[in-house]
């Protein structure tokens, strides 16, 4: 339980500087930390509801693009966010690619920071993820 609070605390003192920024018009200048949210899902809805508004296209239309490194990746996107606090279990990841775990290595991983935006389905030319195959945990 005292895992759990900390991280309770810990979130919800974030959304103040989410708040702030997003008061000052600077929310997306800097990297999102989805581990600061109670629920990144609904973060990352939105973002696919703007990036909708944006290229004035159905949400369905849309696939979701990821690229490891900053926002300069997806240059072409209407709505590119850059995104950090993500861990990975049950592998480990170089910034390119998954490696297996050794018996040593700990159960959660960090990696690095992922670019993400909505692409019309058919002008995409390398599809890494969709919309609806990304599951996010919370702690």
Same mark, same amino acid.
């Given at each position: 339980?005292?895992?759990? =609070?900390?991280? =309770? ?14 008061? &000052? %018009? ?7 930390? =989805? ?19 944006? =290229?004035? !296209? ?14 300069? %990746? !997806?240059?072409? &996107? ?6 950090? %606090?993500?861990?990975?279990? %049950? &592998? ?27 692409? !019309?389905?058919?002008?995409? !030319? ?14």
């Amino acid at each position: 339980p005292i895992h759990w =609070l900390r991280s =309770l605390v810990s979130k919800t003192l974030a959304l103040g500087g989410w708040v702030e920024r997003c008061q &000052a %018009g600077t929310l997306l200048s800097s990297p999102a930390d =989805l581990s600061e949210l109670f629920n990144p899902s609904v973060f990352l809805n939105a973002l696919r509801q703007e990036s909708a508004r944006r =290229l004035n !296209l159905p949400i369905n239309s849309l696939e979701f693009i990821s690229h490891w490194g900053p926002s300069s %990746g !997806l240059s072409k &996107a209407k709505c590119p966010v850059t995104i950090e %606090g993500l861990t990975i279990e %049950g &592998a480990l990841f170089d910034g390119h690619k998954l490696v297996e775990c050794s018996r040593d290595s700990p159960s959660n991983s960090p990696i690095s920071i992922c670019s993400v935006a909505g692409y !019309l389905l058919d002008r995409v !030319l390398v599809k890494t993820t969709s919309w609806r195959h990304l599951f996010i945990t919370t702690v």
